[in-house]
């Protein structure tokens, strides 16, 4: 029996694997353009890292992380012994411990510095119950910025963000942009604390699991998808009337600079996000329609704790990450999923075997100068040939024959017009090389198919 992708999983094929190619340029063009430059981390960390980092009440780290173990180590478990912190590992379901982790090992904001602006993209991994929308693997692109706590980069990251939607064609009436404060180390002990006690006064409407969040992370209560948790949560204190005058100045001017930048958004006290390390500002997208519980196509927040819980120096940051599979779904229900441009040039067709050697040449030739160019791989006759030209949807087709070939010309078709031509192959030849030279040399601009029709020796 064929073996199949693992469960939770997905294969991007090319059309697919295309769109996620221009996804990420898109977006990092775009948080270029606010400063931010690439970074890549491992796919797995010591699991240490995300258990500090993330936190142990919360779903990711409690229930979703897939552990990666080397052949010795897990013989090792398996005979019953044990194997030391740092060989226990974890697939990252996340990429801002592991960025932040990055920043702290390599001192990438030193005292006084600028602060770091750093973007990625690439798998993560949560052994979550697969639906639609809600994979194990699955793509993101993501920002960390670190080094300030100015209201004016939580802003920008959620300018950014919106940009980028509309970038990508997400209409912007399709989405709502959920926005709230968290509080800091000051005031937010007082906040869960108030939570605790009213989900005690409720425990008997709430599920066990919720009971025994209250005790570590009371706050985690929020995310239970559980009907009987969630209407009483519904009824929790607002956090917004616990926060310290400082997170409050900070918040309003957050909404401040997004007011000014003509972002709608709505405050929604009760978005906590699902990873302990936010202090103050969190925010989430939402798609509005279609999408049914899995409509959240991005979100952030600030961490201004997470460099010291890793062992830094106190670093603050801020940071988002936006899921590339949910976003194809969000485009596909809002009919905007724009169909990847085929980019083949042309197509070098042969009469008989014996002209393939020529034709093997001048498709090295052409790709060289910067064309995308096919020949047939399989001895398919001319007609068929013609119907693969056809379908790759190329500009121009060049016929090779044995009698063409003979005088050294080859004939070449315009698939819009229908013209023909007889073309010189050395001159046809010598212009790709002009091009190719340069090409093959590190990139001027790519000759264009149309001028192989006014090669020279043109008849
Ligand atoms: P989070 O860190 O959970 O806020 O994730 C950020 C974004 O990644 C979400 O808004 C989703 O678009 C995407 N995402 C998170 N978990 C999954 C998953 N299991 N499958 C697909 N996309 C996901």
Request: one cysteine or more.
């Amino acid at each position: 029996m064929a073996i199949n992708s693992p469960e939770g999983t997905r294969d991007l094929l090319p059309d697919e694997a295309k769109f996620w190619a221009h996804f990420r340029d898109t977006a990092f063009g775009i948080f270029a353009r606010y400063g931010y430059q690439p970074i890549e981390t491992p796919l797995f960390e010591q699991t240490d890292l995300f258990v500090r980092g993330i936190g142990q009440a919360t779903d990711v780290v409690s229930k979703e992380m897939f552990t990666a173990i080397s052949g010795e180590n897990f013989k090792r478990v398996m005979e019953g012994g044990t194997i030391k912190a740092k060989s226990r590992l974890s697939l990252r379901p996340e990429g801002t411990a592991g960025v932040v982790r990055a920043v702290v090992q390599h001192d990438l904001v030193p005292q006084g510095a600028a602060p770091a602006k750093l973007m990625y993209a690439g798998p993560m991994f949560r052994a979550e119950r697969p639906q639609k929308g809600r994979q194990r693997m699955f793509n993101q692109v993501g920002i960390e910025c670190l080094g300030a706590e100015d209201p004016s980069v939580d802003a920008e990251g959620i300018i950014m963000l919106m940009r980028f939607y509309a970038a990508i064609g997400v209409p912007m009436d399709a989405t709502r942009l959920l926005v709230n404060s968290m509080g800091c180390e000051q005031c937010r002990p007082k906040y869960r604390e108030a939570v605790r006690e009213y989900m005690n006064a409720h425990a008997e409407h709430m599920c066990e699991e919720c009971m025994r969040r209250a005790e570590i992370n009371p706050l985690r209560a929020f995310d239970c998808k559980n009907p009987g948790c969630a209407e009483v949560m519904e009824g929790a204190p607002k956090i917004s009337d616990y926060l310290c005058d400082d997170c409050r100045e900070h918040y309003q001017a957050v909404k401040t600079y997004l007011d000014g930048a003509g972002i709608s958004y709505i405050e929604d006290p009760t978005l906590v996000r699902g990873l302990d390390y936010y202090t103050r500002t969190v925010f989430e997208v939402q798609v509005v329609e279609g999408m049914g519980s899995q409509s959240a196509i991005g979100g952030g927040g600030r961490y201004d704790k997470l460099a010291e819980i890793e062992g830094g120096r106190p670093t603050p940051g801020l940071g988002f990450a936006l899921g590339f599979e949910r976003m194809v779904l969000a485009l596909e229900a809002a009919g905007t999923l724009a169909d990847s441009p085929k980019r083949v040039d042309g197509y070098i067709a042969c009469v008989d075997p014996s002209v393939r050697a020529t034709a093997f040449d001048l498709v090295c030739a052409a790709r060289d100068a910067g064309l995308s160019v096919e020949m047939d791989h399989q001895g398919k006759s001319l007609k068929s040939q013609f119907k693969m030209a056809d379908k790759l949807g190329v500009r121009v087709v060049i016929v090779l024959g044995p009698d063409e070939l003979a005088q050294g010309k080859a004939r070449v078709r315009n698939m819009t017009t229908h013209a023909e031509r007889l073309v010189d192959i050395a001159a046809a030849k010598r212009l790709l090389a002009q091009f190719g030279g340069n090409l093959v040399g590190g990139g001027a601009a790519p000759v264009s198919i149309d001028a192989l029709f006014d090669a020279e020796g043109a008849e």
